[in-house]
């Protein structure tokens, strides 16, 4: 049976304006949304459940398109159970796999690299850790791997695709294999910057970048080691449509100075804010919030652009059907508000100060996952959850 939000407030589809709802309520029904319209419309004894927003704000859930995820709910990296789920309480209904190289032990030999790719893809199909959808299996290009390698990856499922960890000796070596598994239909991100961890690989540039033209620079303002200016503007102005991931475990500055750039040439559907986490930087649930309250309070971006480069851009660039409030689209998406003590008056004006919103409630795959986030603070307003029946 369905579930009904009334009463909304400030609400946001998912594209770069910010456009809101054509309506202040919507029902969620077989996973999708089927219906938007008003609140007066909606007869409560129709529905499972109807989550009241007194007026909070509703978007898509957020899509985290830089997740270093390896098997199950756990990273060894942090040696945390359970970072998935804690991240939905930060606003994430699904995750991307930045590939799965913190694997203890992992493969480095093209039969390996595909048979960890396709055995993290089949792992998440069905698993939804706290409700939150996975997309794992992101191949590591190594050295050795053909276009017939590319094919048969793809044939098995596997779409995604990173470079940056592999033992090619030279970033230009890159350019071949970024090219053939392009070609094969993968999507393919790039390590930008410094290299991350001891023994991984030298420095990738702008130069390397724009010979490779990966799908995405992934953490364009480092991970966490940044680029030049120089190299920063390089990649704004000549990388075509290269989508910019600008990550909380990078470097600030040089992400101020990228959106600032991308806003001047009028790039900003480029731009996608990201986690890279857990990595050495920690495991962060509020790393998507905090990177959008950065750039907004301290950077050159709206609550709206900010937000739409959590959902629809990364919808875009990953051709996913999720990341946008429409009939249809997934039934993932939150509920929003400034959080208890701000003076802040709703979840934009929270970030334009600086503030992390409350995320009042999560939905995924038209399931009520929770009622309160337990990571970040209540929302300002008395949101409930009514039981009609
Ligand atoms: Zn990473």
């Known amino acids: 049976m369905s579930i009904a939000v ?3 407030g400030s609400s946001h589809t998912g594209d770069l304006a910010g456009t809101p709802l054509d309506g202040d309520a919507l029902v969620l029904e077989d996973e999708r949304i089927a219906w938007i319209g008003t609140s007066e419309e909606v007869r409560p004894a129709d529905h499972r459940l109807v989550v009241d927003a007194a007026g909070a704000g509703v978007v898509p859930g957020f899509i985290d398109s830089h997740v270093h995820v390896t098997f199950g709910d756990y990273t060894p990296r942090q040696q945390t159970v359970g970072f998935l789920e804690s991240y939905l309480h930060g606003g994430m209904t699904r995750a991307i796999s930045a590939s799965e190289v913190h694997v203890p032990g992992r493969p480095t030999d093209p039969a390996g690299v595909k048979a960890l790719a396709v055995a993290a893809e089949r792992c998440f199909r069905s698993y939804r850790p706290g409700g939150v959808t996975v997309h794992a299996g992101s191949v590591i290009l190594e050295p050795g791997l ?3 390698d590319f094919a048969e990856l793809r044939q098995a499922g596997v779409w995604l695709a990173k470079a940056g960890f592999g033992a090619f000796p030279d970033p230009m070596g890159y350019v071949p294999v970024v090219q053939a598994a392009r070609q094969a239909g993968l999507v393919v991100m790039c390590h930008t910057g410094g290299g991350s961890i001891p023994g991984s690989q030298r420095a990738i540039g702008a130069e390397a970048l724009l010979a490779m033209q990966p799908d995405v620079a992934g953490h364009v ?7 030049s200016d120089e190299d920063n503007q390089r990649v704004v102005l000549e990388g075509g449509d290269m989508a910019l991931q600008l990550v909380q475990a990078g470097n600030l500055r040089s992400a101020i100075d990228i959106a600032h750039l991308a806003l001047e040439h009028h790039q900003e559907h480029r731009l996608l804010l990201a986690s890279d986490t857990p990595t050495g930087t920690g495991m962060i ?5 905090r990177t959008m309250a950065e750039l907004v309070s301290l950077g050159p971006l709206s609550p709206e652009l900010a937000l739409a480069a959590v959902t629809g851009s990364v919808a875009r660039v990953y051709d996913l059907p999720a990341g946008r409030l429409a009939l249809g689209a997934p039934a993932d998406l939150l509920v929003l508000d400034a959080p208890v003590g701000s003076v802040a008056k709703d979840w ?3 970030l334009r100060l600086g503030d992390l919103p409350a995320v009042a409630v999560a939905l995924t795959a038209g399931e009520l996952r929770f009622a309160r986030s337990r990571n970040t603070p209540p929302p300002s307003r008395p949101v409930t959850v009514v039981h009609p029946a």
Do not use: E, H, Q, S
């Not at 303002?221 to 680029?227: D, I, L, R, S, V």
């Not at 649930?285 to 919030?289: E, G, N, T, V």
């Open 348 to 350: 934009k004006g929270a």
């Open 285 to 289: 649930p509020l790393a998507l919030l």
């Open 6 to 8: 009334v009463r909304i």
């Open 221 to 227: 303002n480092g991970g966490p080691t940044a680029m």
């Open 146 to 148: 053909t276009d017939a």
